[in-house]
């Protein structure tokens, strides 16, 4: 499952640069309702890709909580740092993509409503 996430260049290295930035043990772990609500974003993220990524759209634009700036997040990104917060607690790092072309990224709430747009079309045929 872990097959599309770049191998930590400093994996086996006891001097591991990025240790002093949080140790796997230092993630806080999510609670229940914080886990219920990943589960369905990663839900969300993958009907999102499956209707949008055929469109030419490469991902989601966020507001970022750590700096309050947008990021622009692929759709392998997203799903991984979703399953990364699953299975190990909250992120300790983001990782927008390089040099997005905004064009090319669409906000949760236009993924979403065109969603349900679809889902719409699809149920009153
Ligand atoms: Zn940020």
Request: glycine share 6%; with cysteine; net charge negative.
């Amino acid at each position: 499952m872990l097959e599309d996430v770049p191998r930590d260049p400093f994996a086996d290295d006891p001097n591991d640069p990025a240790a002093e930035l949080g140790a796997p043990d230092d993630v806080e772990p999510l609670t229940l309702a914080e886990r219920d609500e990943a589960l369905t974003d990663l839900a969300d993220v993958e009907v999102f890709r499956s209707l949008l990524e055929p469109q030419g759209v490469l991902g989601l634009v966020l507001d970022c909580p750590e700096c309050g700036e947008q990021h622009y997040f692929d759709w392998d990104l997203l799903r991984g740092n979703l399953r990364q917060m699953i299975d190990n607690g909250r992120p300790q790092v983001h990782e927008p993509a390089y040099q997005p072309d905004p064009a090319d990224y669409v906000s949760w709430e236009y993924a979403r409503g065109y969603v349900d747009g679809v889902i719409d079309t699809e149920e009153s045929r």
